[in-house]
């Protein structure tokens, strides 16, 4: 595994990995969106052809995907962008009928 690999494959909180690839934020859109991003972010890293680059090619297809991520939920939002299952199924909408509502008994 590739320096760069090994030091990305131990950051945890999304800041970190903002600030490891020099990649500056909104840390409201962070805040409210980290999975969002971070999700999206992989989700364009398996678009891209990594095999063989060297950690500086490396560090900057991760840098791309990550600003480009970013910009994705800074003009928009989670429901809009779908990039979890629950939001693609059904466009993000539920619903439960009242029929469909179980009452369960009071305790005490």
């Given at each position: 595994?590739?320096?760069?690999?090994?030091t990305?494959?131990?950051?945890?909180?999304?800041?970190?990995?903002?600030?490891f690839?020099?990649?500056?934020?909104?840390?409201?859109?962070?805040?409210?969106?980290?999975?969002?991003?971070?999700?999206?972010?992989?989700?364009?890293l398996?678009?891209?052809?990594?095999?063989?680059?060297?950690?500086?090619?490396?560090?900057?297809?991760?840098?791309?995907?990550?600003t480009?991520?970013?910009?994705d939920?800074s003009?928009?939002?989670?429901?809009?962008?779908?990039?979890?299952?629950?939001?693609?199924?059904?466009?993000?909408?539920?619903?439960?009928?009242?029929?469909?509502?179980?009452?369960?008994?009071?305790?005490?």
């Amino acid at each position: 595994m590739s320096t760069f690999l090994d030091t990305f494959s131990r950051l945890s909180a999304a800041e970190e990995i903002f600030d490891f690839l020099g990649v500056p934020y909104d840390a409201h859109v962070v805040r409210v969106n980290r999975l969002h991003i971070l999700k999206r972010m992989h989700d364009y890293l398996r678009r891209e052809s990594s095999e063989g680059l060297d950690d500086a090619a490396l560090r900057d297809v991760y840098r791309a995907a990550l600003t480009r991520a970013h910009a994705d939920f800074s003009t928009s939002n989670a429901v809009t962008e779908k990039v979890f299952k629950v939001f693609r199924d059904q466009a993000g909408q539920g619903f439960v009928g009242l029929d469909d509502i179980e009452v369960l008994p009071a305790r005490g």
